[in-house]
């Protein structure tokens, strides 16, 4: 039996970055670190789409793939009130973008922060390499180099 290890392919040539305005003060920041990453990496082309809130995140990111974006980083915050609209609302959120990035066959960075305190959405949203956005980003990155050698994307 043999194991063979998939080299690293190339940086996707454009990234869309899909941000919800709700929270717009926790979701400004996780962008910020998404974008940061990207252009660290050398990703020539970064394509920003702000949308409502975090149910807006699937369509917007398919919209980016769908117009061309190699990959998609997608930014929201949903904090928990005093309902149960969290629940629906993460775990839906949530849901879209995975089946996106699956129907497309292309990465979507998950940078959906779904947090019990606003405090907790304020820790993961501040600059530098803890940042969630930041994380998205860079595991989005690592998920295309993975697919470009293997020859998909």
């Not at 040539?13 to 400004?28: K, L, M, W, Y």
């Not at 149910?55 to 919209?63: P, Q, T, V």
């Not at 629940?87 to 995975?98: I, P």
């Amino acid at each position: 039996m043999s194991v063979t290890t998939v080299e690293p392919g190339r940086l996707p040539t454009r990234v869309g970055v899909v941000v919800a305005e709700f929270n717009s003060a926790i979701t400004t920041k996780l962008a910020d670190g998404a974008i940061e990453a990207l252009r660290e990496a050398g990703v020539p082309d970064i394509a920003v789409a702000r949308v409502s809130g975090a149910l807006e995140l699937g369509i917007g990111a398919r919209g980016m793939l769908a117009a061309g974006c190699e990959a998609v980083v997608a930014v929201g915050a949903v904090i928990k009130g005093e309902t149960d609209h969290y629940e629906y609302v993460a775990g839906e959120a949530s849901a879209a973008l995975s089946r996106v990035a699956l129907d497309a066959g292309l990465p979507v960075g998950n940078a959906l922060l779904t947090v019990r305190d606003y405090d907790h959405a304020v820790d993961r949203s501040l600059p530098g390499p803890s940042n969630k956005g930041r994380e998205a980003a860079e595991a989005a990155l690592v998920a295309f180099r993975v697919l470009s050698g293997l020859g998909v994307v």
